[in-house]
Nanobody, 122 residues
Framework: QVQLVESGGGLVQPGGSLRLSCAAS????????MAWYRQAPGKQREFIAG???????AYADSVKGRFTISRDNAKNTVYLQMNSLKPEDTAVYYC????????????????WGQGTQVTVSS
């Protein structure tokens, strides 16, 4: 099974940028779609961005035009470039293997890592 470790979060001012990384272990990384999810305190975890094994991407409306997901299968890593950050982007960000687009980008399992905290504040 794939094990995932998120990194790259931090404190940033509104309008700033961060690049999150998700390092995966296991040889099956390249057979799954991957996605980023986020969860703010007291709120439901939500889908943010997904990428298929073929490189097709999808984004939540709230981040379209600001966030970019990518993957490097050779490095077993998926990235999330976040630009023009807003206070409402503040959350813990998680990555996970994802169901295909036809299945709605939900996580394939409920084994979540610790995530990485993103705080957008002036």
């Amino acid at each position: 099974q794939v094990q995932l470790v998120e990194s790259g979060g931090g404190l940033v001012q509104p309008g700033g940028s961060l690049r999150l990384s998700c390092a995966a272990s296991g040889r099956i990384f390249n057979i799954y779609a991957m996605a980023w999810y986020r969860q703010a305190p007291g709120k439901q975890r939500e889908f943010i961005a997904g990428i298929t094994t073929g490189g097709s991407t999808a984004y939540a409306d709230s981040v379209k035009g600001r966030f970019t997901i990518s993957r490097d299968n050779a490095k077993n890593t998926v990235y999330l470039q976040m630009n023009s950050l807003k206070p409402e982007d503040t959350a813990v960000y998680y990555c996970n293997t994802a169901r295909p687009p036809s299945a709605g980008w939900g996580p394939r399992n409920d084994y979540w890592g610790q995530g990485t905290q993103v705080t957008v504040s002036s």
